[in-house]
């Protein structure tokens, strides 16, 4: 590419490294116009994972840094001192195709400030999506970041084109976007996400294509004093009442010339892998947010062990549970234990009594489940109290995994 166009996708790759909402999970497979489509490295390029464990690559860039906005925590504001740049539709689909057909990316991932107008940058980002699709036949992943305050109908017609469609909440409480993003509206974005939700469900009974990855937001973490407690209850507000697939966590990073209202300092990177564990456990383990990040205790979650260990050393009355005789939705809470570790565990033992080698047979978490699990060969003491306890497990620190 001439040296122009590599300058504006140099500064528009590095000003869209803040949205973490950058994922694939959900679209339906596409056939590809090309065999054997990989991923590199390199400007704008991102790499996202899907559920079954895929690495999928995507051109993740804005369309433009330029904005009307003023939100303080944002290094593209307004006001803020950086080198600004602008692609047109063209650009961008020229860079999707060429890149796309070099099997360098799976799809796109497009975002952008504010431009004239709410309705002006929709209608760009969904030129975009439609040259793609329309005029080039493209069938890579595409997601589009959507602007709350553009029209309906311009989100409406996006979703047509896109597989994933997003808006970004940004901050949990209304009061933190009135002091932080006075521009912003808390009611207006939540009213577009149910009408996004209204749309993709109705599309879904009848077959028809609109946004089949769902939608998606993300929160900044940090930048304001809300605690994680209040976090996940945004969160499980708005899987409930909007059927998002994801909720993103973006850990608040220092900005150049940042205002006197935000923090001096980033929060500590496990306060977002904490969140993305109590999030995982709100959607697929049966837990609530009361008993993951509980208000009496300030409502944080603790940073050194993972949220689903936290919470059986504070309930040991409740272990050790039999493998061969509790219900799925207990052995879901035991610790080491993942969905699809409990699933065999209980196919398995429809056939045998379980002894702990089976059970070391069916996940790798054998060594934290242990003192929480009875099997027909294996009964632990309860001589060790949840202090005595943690301190055992957390003596080699270890990352622990999202799925157990």
Request: a positive charge; one cysteine or more; charged letters at 30%.
């Amino acid at each position: 590419m001439d040296e122009k166009l590599a300058k504006k996708l140099r500064i528009l790759a590095d000003a869209a490294k803040y949205d973490a909402s950058c994922a694939s999970s959900g679209a339906p497979k596409r056939k590809a116009d090309v065999d054997g489509l990989g991923s590199t490295t390199g400007s704008g390029i991102c790499h996202a994972y899907t559920p079954d464990g895929r690495c999928v690559s995507l051109l993740k860039i804005l369309l433009t840094n330029y904005c009307l906005f003023d939100c303080v925590y944002c290094v593209n504001r307004r006001s803020s001192n950086v080198r600004r740049a602008k692609f047109t539709v063209d650009e961008v689909v020229t860079l999707t195709i060429e890149f796309y057909k070099r099997n360098y990316i799976e799809g796109l991932f497009l975002s952008s400030g504010i431009i004239r107008s709410p309705d002006y940058t929709m209608e760009q980002m969904l030129l975009v999506a439609k040259k793609l699709r329309r005029d080039h036949g493209f069938r890579g992943y595409i997601h589009l970041k959507t602007i709350p305050e553009a029209s309906p109908w311009l989100i409406e017609e996006a979703g047509l084109w896109a597989d994933r469609l997003s808006i970004n909440l940004e901050l949990p409480t209304e009061k933190s976007l009135e002091r932080l993003a006075p521009e912003k509206d808390g009611a207006s974005i939540q009213d577009a996400m149910a009408q996004m939700s209204e749309r993709i469900e109705e599309a879904r009974e009848e077959r028809r294509h609109f946004s089949p990855a769902g939608q998606s937001t993300q929160m900044i973490v940090g930048a304001d004093a809300t605690t994680d407690h209040d976090v996940l209850k945004v969160s499980d507000k708005l899987y409930g009442h909007y059927k998002l697939r994801r909720v993103y966590y973006s850990a608040f990073s220092p900005i150049p010339d940042s205002s006197s209202v935000l923090p001096l300092k980033p929060p500590p990177l496990q306060r977002e892998n904490r969140l993305y564990q109590a999030d995982w456990l709100l959607r697929y383990y049966g837990f609530d947010v009361d008993e993951i990040a509980s208000g009496g205790e300030a409502g944080m979650l603790d940073l050194d062990i993972d949220p689903k260990l936290a919470w059986a050393l504070k309930n040991r009355h409740r272990f050790p549970v039999d493998v061969n005789t509790a219900d799925r939705e207990m052995l879901l809470r035991v610790p080491g234990l993942g969905a699809r570790a409990v699933d065999k565990i209980v196919l398995a033992r429809r056939h045998t009594t379980l002894r702990l080698e089976d059970v070391a047979r069916l996940t790798s978490g054998l060594k934290r489940a242990r003192p929480f699990l009875v099997a027909a060969d294996h009964h632990p003491k309860k001589s060790l109290d949840g202090e005595r306890l943690r301190e055992r497990l957390v003596e080699k620190p270890e990352q622990l995994s999202l799925f157990a």
